[in-house]
């Protein structure tokens, strides 16, 4: 089965640091372009971050950029986001999800792993 | 800043049409990217419904249908069902940000 399982979300304090993990199974994680999108509570969706198959592509939304690390090991299936001097804004789900090659749709998403900033 | 905008909220009778509607810019939609719409039921994980502005990935039903037109997109739904109520998202590439966007979101209540 096709699957992406986030871990690593939590309660952290403003300003502090937090890890998130994503493993994939069930197809050539190599091959794949994948993303991180989150989801504040009660709000919409907003992408995050994107990385090649390689890892030598990346992009960010501005909203995370300088203050957010998106890397994978294509050796162990896993994609990650590093996530440092967290703000109350950055209250969130957040998922991984796998891009259909070449077309810039997920098709494939994980069920999330909540992160909340708050003193 | 760049947005894709959707209507808060749409409704319709069982069996009925409803529409959502996708407006973009130059630097997403108009500049010819494709545009994928997304389900996400209560407290799950969006689900692919349509990508490359109208194709279905396989099991999603051929009462959702996609297009684009110009800076727009649409998604119909005709036959409406109690299961589809859920939010809906569009979503494309834009090309000043470098990246994904997504739409507002739109709520569908079946009445």
């Known amino acids: 089965e096709v699957q992406l399982v986030e871990s690593g979300g939590g309660l952290v304090q403003p300003g502090g640091s937090l890890r998130l993990s994503c493993a994939a199974s069930g197809f050539t994680f190599s091959s794949y372009e994948m993303n991180w999108v989150r989801q504040a509570p009660g709000k919409g969706l907003e992408w995050v971050s994107y990385i090649s198959s390689s890892g030598s592509t990346i992009y960010y939304a501005d909203s995370v950029k300088g203050r957010f690390t998106i890397s994978r090991d294509n050796a162990k299936n896993s994609l990650y986001l590093q996530m440092n001097s967290l703000r109350a804004e950055d209250t969130a789900v957040y998922y991984c999800?796998?891009?259909?090659?070449?077309?810039?749709?997920?098709?494939?998403w994980g069920q999330g792993t909540m992160v909340t900033v708050s003193s | 800043q760049s947005v894709l905008t959707q209507p808060p909220s749409v409704s319709g009778a069982p069996g009925q049409r409803v529409t959502i509607s996708c407006t973009g810019s130059s630097s997403n939609i108009g500049a010819g990217y494709d545009v994928h719409w997304y389900q996400q039921l209560p407290g799950t994980a969006p689900k692919l419904l349509i990508y490359?502005?109208?194709n279905r990935p396989s099991g999603v039903p051929d009462r959702f249908s996609g297009s684009k037109s110009g800076t727009s997109a649409s998604l119909a739904i005709t036959g409406l069902q109690a299961e589809d109520e859920a939010d809906y998202y569009c979503q494309s590439y834009d090309s000043s940000l470098s990246g994904s966007i997504f739409g507002t979101g739109t709520k569908v209540t079946v009445l």
């Open positions: 490359g502005n109208s």
């Open positions: 999800a796998r891009e259909i090659r070449g077309k810039d749709a997920f098709d494939i």
